[in-house]
């Protein structure tokens, strides 16, 4: 079965500072999907950024960037210049290839301090 | 294009009482995916389902939880008998399935508190 940790509970940055996110997942598959997803107060699930395992180029959107580590079963997320409305928890989340269901880790709040 | 709509919010139930959580996908979209949230936690599958068709309910609790998605209308997600333990956001997604690893949009959840 995939598996999706998060070893990081709780942070906070100041705002305009540079924070990376962790995530390790556990998998036999050798295609498949990764996604960060952004969950503000409002609790809406917003997808902040997807990676394919078939590609080797980490995913970019903007100030949002992942560090995609296939051999070690790892996918951090990079975000530069930070805003008072990046303040979410963060989910780190998995789905096999042709697959409906995705996984979602546990979750990391992230607090960006004015 | 209005996104995944939810409703209600938020739902208050007494123990015993039955819950219907109501999910209309985006415009287009014909695949419809029913997560749950407890607190502190991340989501969790319970039921994907297409067009009156079922096809994927390895999440789902064996009892008093049902879904569908009929031809009109939104995709329900049905509580019968709520307990405590049933306390938690709903979350629904959809997809218009038309690559492998589609994106799944959320809507923004329903909050059910069972008294």
């Known amino acids: 079965a995939q598996t999706v940790t998060q070893s990081q509970p709780e942070m906070s940055v100041q705002e305009a500072e540079t924070v990376t996110l962790s995530c390790t997942y556990d998998?036999?598959?050798?295609?498949?999907?990764l996604f960060w997803y952004k969950q503000p107060p409002s609790r809406q699930m917003i997808l902040v950024i997807r990676?394919?395992?078939?590609?080797?180029q980490n995913a970019t959107e903007n100030r949002f960037s992942v560090n995609f580590q296939k051999a070690a079963k790892s996918f951090s997320l990079k975000i530069s210049d930070s805003q008072l409305g990046d303040t979410a928890m963060y989910f780190c989340?998995?789905?096999?290839?042709?697959?409906?269901?995705?996984?979602f880790g546990k979750g990391t709040r992230l607090h960006i301090l004015p | 294009n209005a996104g995944v709509m939810q409703n209600p919010r938020h739902l208050v139930r007494r123990r015993g009482q039955e819950a219907r959580l109501r999910c209309s996908p985006m415009?287009?979209?014909?695949?419809v995916y029913w997560y749950r949230q407890l607190p502190e936690e991340g989501l969790k599958f319970m039921v994907y389902?297409?067009?009156?068709?079922?096809?994927?309910e390895s999440g789902m609790p064996k009892e008093r939880f049902s879904a569908e998605f009929p031809k009109e209308g939104p995709s329900i997600l049905r509580i019968q008998q709520v307990v405590r333990g049933d306390s938690a956001a709903y979350f629904c997604?959809?997809?218009?399935?038309?690559?492998?690893?589609?994106?799944?949009?959320f809507g923004a959840g329903t909050r059910l508190s069972v008294l």
């Open positions: 998998t036999s598959e050798s295609n498949y999907y």
């Open positions: 415009k287009g979209h014909s695949h």
């Open positions: 990676q394919e395992a078939y590609k080797q």
């Open positions: 389902l297409q067009k009156e068709n079922i096809i994927d």
């Open positions: 997604a959809s997809s218009p399935r038309t690559d492998i690893g589609n994106i799944q949009y």
């Open positions: 989340a998995f789905m096999k290839l042709r697959d409906d269901k995705i996984i």
